[in-house]
C-alpha cells in the first residue's frame, strides 16, 4: 500500500450499521505514512468478552422517546427485565425498513417505536456508533488525537448493493441527526458510501486475494439482512472492473430465524410452550443457527430448566429436540437463493467468473458454507471465504475503499432516462397513433409527448469519468429574471430492452431523482417563429450525470459567449 498523499493529518471512521450486528473501523491518515486500518474491539457492556468486533444493532426507547440503552448492553437480562417493568419500546431489524418499496423484506419486521422514523432510529444508532468510536480512540490513542481531529473527520457509510440515491439521501440526514456532520453541506463532503459488496471486495484484497489479471470473481457478502453479490474482474493496471450488475436478496440470517421461529409456532400452538416461541426462537438465534452444520444430525435448543419435558414435542431437560433436515429448510431458501443469483450472474457477466469469496457475518454459518461449496464445485468454480474476521469484512473494507479505491468501472443494473417531446412524424405509425396528443410550441414544431429518452442503458459497464449529457431546450414568451430548472429522471424496470414510449408498460416506470439548477437569464436566445412570426426565447442547456460513481453527481451546463459553462446541481429523491 503506498504512504497517504493527503497534505493533513486526517481521522476516516467507516460505520458498518448491519441489520442484525454493526462495527466501527478507522485510519488515521498520516501524510507520507502507510496507512494502518484498524478496528474498534471494546465497546460499552462488552468489556468482558475480550475484544469483539461487533455489536446488537438494538436500541430501547422510553415512553418519552429518549433512547434508554444500546449495543451490547441492551441485550443483558438487567436491561431486559427494565425495559419489561417500564414499557421501554425496542428497537432492531430497523435497517430493513430504509429498503426500496417493492422490497418485499418489510413483511413479519419488528415495529418501530412510536412517533419514530426509520431516520430518526438510525440517527440515534449512529450517534452510539460515533461516541462509542470516540470513547475507544481516547482510549488507544489519548484524547488529544480524537480532539484534534474532530473537525477533520470523514465517514465511509455502507449500504446494501440495491440501495441507491433515496437510501443515501436517508443515511445523511440520519447522520446529521446523530450528530456526525452538522449540516447538509458538510454532509455532502465529510461523507461518502460505498455498497457492502464493493466494501467486501476491498476487504478480499487486503486479506490476501490473488486474482491473475483478467480474471473474474464474484463476492458474496451474506449479512444479517440481505445477501449482497458482486461480480468483478482484475485488470492489468491493478484495478477491478465490475463485470455483472450487483445483486441484493432479502435472505440474510434474520430470514432463516423467521423461518425456525414460523415452524416452532407451529409445533408448539396448542401445548403449554405456545407462548415462550419467541424465548424459544431467539434461543435457536442465538446458539442453535450458529452451531449447526449437518442435515443428517438432530439439533438442539437450549431454552429452559430440567424441569421443562414432553417427549411427545420433542422437549427434554430443556432443550427442543428438532431433526437436522427440519434446521436445514430453514437455511435453504438462502442457500438456493445465492447459488441461483450466482449462476444468473456468471451468465450476464462482462467475462468468465471462475471463484466465489463467501464474507460477512452469515458466511461464517459452517452449513451455509458446506452447502454452496458443494454446489458451486458441481459448476467448477473455486470456492472459499477469508481466514480471517469475516463479521469485519465491510467496515475494514469501506476504509480500504476510501484509501484504495480499487474499483474504477461499475454496471447499471436498470434502465436510466427521460420522458421529453419528440418531432412528429406523420410517416410513423406509433406517432400517428398518438396523434391526438400532438402541439405546436412557441417554435412552431409539432411535438408530440410522452417519448422516453434512454440516457444509460442497463447492464453498461461505465467508469468512473465517463459522463452522461442529457440536452433540452425550453420557448419563453419573454425573457425570465433568472431560470430554475428541473429534470426528472426516470427508471425503467420491466423487459422491454429499448423502451421508447412512456404509455407503453407504464407501471415499469419510476422518477429516480429530481435534477434541479439555476442558469443566468443571459443565456437565453431572442427568436422568432418562422410560422407565426412571433417573437420568443429559447434557452439551450445539458444536465451531466455521473453514474459511475457509488453515488450519483449532477452538473448542468450551458454555452454563453460560445463557450460551455457549467454549474451545480442538486439531487432530489423521492422519500421511500
Known amino acids: 500500500m503506498p504512504p497517504y498523499t493527503g497534505t493533513q493529518r486526517k481521522l476516516v471512521l467507516a460505520f458498518d450499521l448491519g441489520t442484525t450486528f454493526s462495527g466501527i473501523s478507522y485510519s488515521i491518515l498520516d501524510p507520507g505514512e502507510i496507512p494502518v486500518i484498524r478496528g474498534v474491539n471494546k465497546y460499552p457492556g462488552q468489556e468482558h468478552a475480550g475484544g469483539d468486533s461487533k455489536i446488537p444493532t438494538v436500541l430501547y426507547y422510553n415512553m418519552n422517546g429518549q433512547v434508554c440503552a444500546a449495543g451490547?448492553?441492551?441485550?443483558?437480562?438487567?436491561?431486559?427485565?427494565?425495559?419489561?417493568?417500564?414499557?421501554?419500546?425496542?428497537?432492531?431489524?430497523?435497517?430493513?425498513?430504509?429498503?426500496?418499496?417493492?422490497?418485499?423484506?418489510?413483511?413479519?419486521l419488528p415495529p418501530l417505536p412510536p412517533n419514530k422514523t426509520v431516520v430518526d432510529v438510525m440517527g440515534d444508532y449512529m450517534r452510539y456508533?460515533?461516541?462509542?468510536?470516540?470513547?475507544?480512540?481516547?482510549?488507544?490513542?489519548?484524547?488529544?488525537?480524537?480532539?484534534?481531529?474532530?473537525?477533520?473527520?470523514?465517514?465511509?457509510?455502507?449500504?446494501?448493493?440495491?440501495?441507491?440515491?433515496?437510501?443515501?439521501?436517508?443515511?445523511?440526514?440520519?447522520?446529521?441527526?446523530?450528530?456526525?456532520?452538522?449540516?447538509?453541506?458538510?454532509?455532502?463532503?465529510?461523507?461518502?458510501?460505498?455498497?457492502?459488496?464493493?466494501?467486501?471486495?476491498?476487504?478480499?484484497?487486503?486479506?490476501?486475494?490473488?486474482?491473475?489479471?483478467?480474471?473474474?470473481?464474484?463476492?458474496?457478502?451474506?449479512?444479517?439482512?440481505?445477501?449482497?453479490?458482486?461480480?468483478?474482474?482484475?485488470?492489468?493496471?491493478?484495478?477491478?472492473?465490475?463485470?455483472?450488475?450487483?445483486?441484493?436478496?432479502?435472505?440474510?440470517?434474520?430470514?432463516?430465524t423467521q423461518n425456525a421461529r414460523t415452524f416452532i409456532r407451529e409445533l408448539l400452538e396448542e401445548?403449554?410452550?405456545?407462548?415462550?416461541?419467541?424465548?424459544?426462537?431467539?434461543?435457536?438465534?442465538?446458539?442453535?443457527?450458529?452451531?449447526?452444520?449437518?442435515?443428517?444430525?438432530?439439533?438442539?435448543?437450549?431454552?429452559?430448566?430440567?424441569?421443562?419435558?414432553?417427549?411427545?414435542?420433542?422437549?427434554?431437560?430443556?432443550?427442543?429436540?428438532?431433526?437436522?433436515?427440519?434446521?436445514?429448510?430453514?437455511?435453504?431458501?438462502?442457500?438456493?437463493?445465492?447459488?441461483?443469483?450466482?449462476?444468473?450472474?456468471?451468465?450476464?457477466?462482462?467475462?468468465?467468473?471462475?471463484?466465489?469469496?463467501?464474507?460477512?457475518?452469515?458466511?461464517?454459518?459452517?452449513?451455509?458454507?458446506?452447502?454452496?461449496?458443494?454446489?458451486?464445485?458441481?459448476?467448477?468454480?473455486?470456492?472459499?471465504?477469508?481466514?480471517?474476521?469475516?463479521?469485519?469484512?465491510?467496515?475494514?473494507?469501506?476504509?480500504?475503499?476510501?484509501?484504495?479505491?480499487?474499483?474504477?468501472?461499475?454496471?447499471?443494473?436498470?434502465?436510466?432516462?427521460?420522458?421529453?417531446?419528440?418531432?412528429?412524424?406523420?410517416?410513423?405509425?406509433?406517432?400517428?397513433?398518438?396523434?391526438?396528443?400532438?402541439f405546436v410550441n412557441l417554435a412552431g414544431h409539432t411535438r408530440l409527448p410522452g417519448g422516453f429518452d434512454v440516457i444509460l442503458p442497463k447492464n453498461e459497464q461505465i467508469s468512473e469519468k465517463k459522463e452522461f449529457r442529457n440536452s433540452y431546450i425550453q420557448y419563453f414568451e419573454r425573457p425570465p429574471p433568472h431560470f430554475a430548472i428541473s429534470a426528472q429522471v426516470l427508471c425503467y424496470q420491466g423487459n422491454n430492452s429499448s423502451p421508447q414510449w412512456g404509455d407503453v408498460d407504464s407501471d415499469n416506470y419510476s422518477v429516480f431523482c429530481t435534477v434541479t439548477a439555476t442558469i443566468p437569464n443571459i443565456c437565453a436566445v431572442n427568436q422568432m417563429a418562422p410560422r407565426t412570426w412571433k417573437t420568443y426565447y429559447s434557452l439551450s442547456y445539458d444536465v451531466i450525470l455521473a453514474f459511475g460513481l457509488t453515488e450519483l453527481q449532477a452538473q448542468v451546463a450551458w454555452k454563453e459567449n460560445g463557450k460551455e459553462k457549467r454549474g451545480p446541481a442538486q439531487i432530489m429523491y423521492n422519500d421511500i
Open 129 to 256: 456508533l460515533r461516541d462509542c468510536a470516540e470513547k475507544y480512540i481516547q482510549g488507544t490513542h489519548g484524547a488529544s488525537l480524537w480532539l484534534s481531529l474532530e473537525n477533520n473527520m470523514d465517514f465511509v457509510l455502507s449500504h446494501p448493493n440495491g440501495w441507491e440515491g433515496a437510501q443515501q439521501e436517508q443515511m445523511r440526514r440520519a447522520a446529521i441527526l446523530g450528530g456526525l456532520v452538522s449540516n447538509q453541506r458538510d454532509a455532502g463532503t465529510r461523507i461518502r458510501f460505498v455498497t457492502e459488496g464493493e466494501a467486501s471486495l476491498h476487504f478480499c484484497i487486503r486479506n490476501g486475494l490473488f486474482v491473475q489479471p483478467g480474471t473474474g470473481v464474484l463476492v458474496v457478502d451474506a449479512g444479517g439482512g440481505t445477501i449482497d453479490l458482486s461480480a468483478y474482474s482484475k485488470e492489468s493496471n491493478s484495478q477491478f472492473e465490475e463485470t455483472a450488475p450487483p445483486q441484493c436478496h432479502m435472505m440474510g440470517s434474520i430470514f432463516v
Open 72 to 108: 451490547a448492553a441492551a441485550t443483558c437480562e438487567e436491561i431486559k427485565d427494565k425495559a419489561l417493568e417500564k414499557g421501554w419500546r425496542k428497537a432492531e431489524w430497523f435497517k430493513m425498513y430504509m429498503c426500496p418499496n417493492n422490497s418485499a423484506a418489510r413483511h413479519d
Open 271 to 438: 401445548s403449554k410452550y405456545a407462548d415462550d416461541v419467541d424465548h424459544i426462537a431467539e434461543c435457536f438465534d442465538k446458539s442453535t443457527k450458529l452451531r449447526f452444520k449437518d442435515a443428517n444430525e438432530l439439533a438442539f435448543i437450549k431454552f429452559g430448566s430440567h424441569r421443562d419435558r414432553d417427549t411427545d414435542l420433542g422437549i427434554r431437560a430443556g432443550q427442543l429436540q428438532l431433526k437436522g433436515t427440519d434446521v436445514a429448510s430453514f437455511f435453504d431458501p438462502s442457500v438456493q437463493c445465492i447459488i441461483q443469483a450466482i449462476t444468473d450472474m456468471r451468465r450476464v457477466a462482462f467475462k468468465p467468473i471462475s471463484c466465489v469469496f463467501l464474507v460477512g457475518g452469515f458466511g461464517t454459518s459452517d452449513y451455509l458454507f458446506s452447502k454452496l461449496k458443494y454446489s458451486l464445485g458441481k459448476l467448477q468454480l473455486d470456492f472459499c471465504r477469508p481466514d480471517t474476521y469475516l463479521n469485519k469484512a465491510v467496515a475494514d473494507g469501506a476504509i480500504s475503499f476510501y484509501i484504495d479505491h480499487f474499483v474504477s468501472v461499475r454496471v447499471s443494473r436498470r434502465i436510466y432516462g427521460c420522458f421529453c417531446n419528440i418531432q412528429y412524424n406523420p410517416d410513423d405509425a406509433e406517432h400517428v397513433r398518438r396523434a391526438s396528443r400532438k
